[in-house]
């Protein structure tokens, strides 16, 4: 059974903070994903990761770096925590198109800041 | 640019259908959909490939018009375990299974 797992399923930190996110799966999944999902928004690409030590930017990067040291783990590092990025984050990987597989996520990390 | 869908919230009883649709503005190579229950990960439903596609199981099943650059999601005969909210993801050629998602639509499906 595959599985993505989150290391907190709940996060309060305060403004100015640093936070990690935690991310780690156990399918040897080339593709690493990091979302953040706002009610109305879906989920919004932050950054992706398609092999150790390689990353890309998404569409909402600002505020966020990622690290992949390992195949299995992929982190979110929030550098200063905001209020504006109290949010819901959603980690998922993926195996190249060519098997033609899709993304399986995480149960998700709900981050308040305050 | 994130695709729209529509509607955002629909709510049915049990054996009502229902549809889904999906929209973009770019040309896609592939479709997929997922369905999310509250406090949950949201769970893949099924991949369109390729333009006039159609696929299903059970009574749940999805088109793709390439041309239009739209997809469509079918629910029939909903049951009380459909509810919650569903999201498209398409991809553009080229995008390396990159996904972008839609807002997302609630669905509440009584008994």
């Known amino acids: 059974d595959v599985k993505v797992t989150q290391s907190s399923r709940y996060l309060v930190k305060r403004t100015g903070e640093k936070v990690f996110l935690e991310c780690v799966q156990d399918?040897?999944?080339?593709?690493m994903f990091w979302y953040r999902q706002d009610p109305g928004l879906g989920l919004r690409l932050i950054y992706f990761?398609?092999?150790?030590?390689?990353?890309e930017k998404g569409d909402i990067p600002e505020g966020y770096s990622v690290s992949r040291e390992k195949k299995e783990r992929f982190s979110l590092i929030l550098e200063s925590a905001s209020t504006n990025q109290t949010s819901m984050y959603l980690c998922a990987s993926s195996t190249p198109r060519d098997s033609q597989e899709t993304q399986y996520f995480g149960p998700g990390t709900r981050l308040l800041v305050l | 640019q994130q695709p729209v869908q529509s509607p955002q919230a629909v709510i049915l009883r049990e054996g009502e259908d229902a549809v889904i649709n999906c929209s973009s503005s770019?040309?896609?190579?592939?479709v997929h959909w997922y369905r999310q229950k509250h406090g949950e990960a949201p769970v893949f439903l099924m991949i369109l490939l390729k333009g006039g596609e159609q696929k299903g199981h059970d009574k749940i099943s999805a088109s793709f018009n390439e041309k239009k650059q739209q997809s469509s999601l079918y629910l029939t005969a909903s049951q009380l375990s459909y509810s919650g909210t569903y999201f498209c993801g398409t991809e553009s050629h080229n995008a390396g299974n990159m996904l972008t998602f839609g807002g997302g639509t609630r669905l509440m499906v009584k008994p």
């Open positions: 770019k040309a896609l190579y592939s």
């Open positions: 990761s398609y092999d150790v030590k390689m990353k």
């Open positions: 399918m040897d999944h080339e593709n």
